[in-house]
């Protein structure tokens, strides 16, 4: 069965490519810095005062506010951090952001635990592989379903990465996993609407896939059919063809987690291929949105189905994460203001009119191709009143595999993300493999968060 091999290699594995620790602590300090963006800019969900209110006893740390609740609930509310901002990195194959319900999940129970950064590391990369691999198993099925992949897929992860820092056996992590199934969701509803549940995904899969490791450890159990089914996790919530063997397919000798991107934009990743061929056809000009008479996009139809819903007003988002699932728009704003950052999609700038004037002049064509949406190229054609027409087109969006930040861009995202210098954050979290302990990654963050509003309003 998938679910038992996947845990007997999530327990056991023993060593890893440098290449792939390397891939790994990248993304673990991209995700601490979406954490310390989602606080300084006072986009902090409600999941982290309800955590603080779960209490619990003191294994773990609320990264926003440095409470230490139950290891359930700090995961909680970091995981609903790490994706805050959706500014989280992305694997283009599961449509999935890793981070977001990795990083909560290995923090709080390895600091429950007192794990080693290393070890730490360790179970990262093993919940890094089975988030990417599961999700991509049924290629945007879950999407089709109108679920979210990454609650679906991170619950396992969770569940794995959690199983290994308790110390479970194989057999008690098959049962976790098998547990897990039975929480995984996360509907696609807020879509349309100002709703936040996106945001909480995350803290809700890190949440669910700690219970179920405990609940394993405790004696319940969970069907090792998880994901073979009958009645498993594809059964029930994929649309399309799915293929659960290829979640243990070539494990430890192809690895995903070396596949997931790093997000030069805050908005859905399924309209960055469109937004860097936007701004490849508009590079070096000097292009007003009066002076646009029609912009023509090519997209996925993958990606048009989530980013270019008919069904919703496309230029007057309901909200700040609607403005971020709204190609249309974004393509707009980027023109506008000639750059996409966290600011695009506050209150305010969603609602100005010169904005929703040109993103009414966006026009999508569906586009099929091979690749999988979140990896496909982008091609659009800009129209100017002079009759002027000017192209631009990528084979995909950057931050990827193929086309990576590099460590530099890296760092000078989360510096804009922290309004200070990242470095201090970029070595310790470079330095993870030689500490005891994850005080002194804890304390790095706390160092950055000072003076933010999150921490000016605690008594």
């Not at 230490?68 to 509310?77: E, F, Q, T, Y």
């Not at 500014?87 to 007192?114: K, M, N, S, Y």
């Amino acid at each position: 069965m998938t679910a038992r091999a996947l845990a007997d290699w999530g327990v056991t594995v023993g060593s890893f490519p440098t290449e792939v620790r390397r891939a790994a602590r990248r993304h673990l300090f991209d995700g601490l810095a979406n954490v310390i963006g989602a606080v300084r800019t006072g986009t902090v969900p409600a999941a982290v005062p309800v955590a603080a209110d779960l209490g619990g006893p003191p294994e773990a740390t609320i990264l926003a506010n440095g409470r230490r609740v139950g290891a359930p609930a700090a995961a909680l509310a970091n995981g609903s951090l790490v994706h805050a901002l959706d500014f989280d990195d992305t694997h283009a194959g599961g449509l999935i952001h890793a981070t977001a319900v990795v990083l909560p999940a290995a923090l709080a129970v390895g600091e429950q635990t007192g794990a080693s950064g290393a070890a730490v590391l360790d179970a990262a990369i093993v919940g890094y592989e089975a988030s990417c691999r599961i999700a991509a198993a049924a290629p945007h099925g879950f999407h089709a379903r109108g679920l979210h992949a990454t609650m679906v897929a991170g619950v396992f992860s969770s569940a794995l990465v959690a199983a290994r820092l308790l110390g479970l056996d194989a057999e008690r992590t098959t049962h976790a996993l098998g547990i897990a199934g039975s929480q995984a969701g996360g509907l696609l509803a807020f879509l349309g609407t100002g709703a936040s549940t996106k945001q909480l995904h995350p803290g809700f899969a890190s949440h669910a896939g700690i219970l179920a490791a405990r609940l394993a450890a405790a004696g319940a159990t969970g069907p090792e059919t998880v994901f073979d089914g009958p009645h498993g996790v594809y059964d029930a919530l994929a649309g399309g063809p799915a293929d659960p063997s290829a979640i243990v397919r070539d494990l430890g000798e192809r690895w995903e987690t070396t596949r997931i991107g790093i997000k030069p934009y805050p908005a859905c990743q399924l309209s960055h291929a469109t937004l860097d061929a936007t701004a490849a056809a508009l590079a070096g000009r000097s292009v007003r949105p009066d002076d646009v008479a029609e912009i023509v996009a090519w997209v996925h139809p993958d990606s048009a189905a989530v980013v270019c819903d008919p069904g919703r007003d496309l230029t007057r988002p309901a909200s700040e994460y609607a403005a971020k699932f709204s190609l249309p728009w974004s393509v707009a704003a980027l023109v506008c203001d000639g750059r996409i950052g966290v600011d695009t999609f506050a209150e305010d700038s969603i609602r100005r009119p010169e904005v929703t004037a040109l993103a009414a002049r966006v026009r999508v064509e569906l586009a099929p191709s091979d690749q999988v949406a979140a990896d496909a190229p982008g091609r659009v054609r800009v129209v100017l009143r002079d009759g002027t027409e000017v192209t631009g087109s990528v084979p995909r969006s950057a931050g990827g595999p193929d086309n990576p930040v590099t460590d530099e861009g890296l760092v000078a995202k989360a510096t804009g993300l922290a309004g200070r210098d990242a470095t201090p954050l970029f070595d310790a979290v470079q330095d993870l493999d030689r500490h005891a302990d994850l005080a002194p990654l804890f304390d790095t963050v706390a160092a950055l968060l000072r003076d933010t509003p999150e921490e000016r309003t605690k008594p």
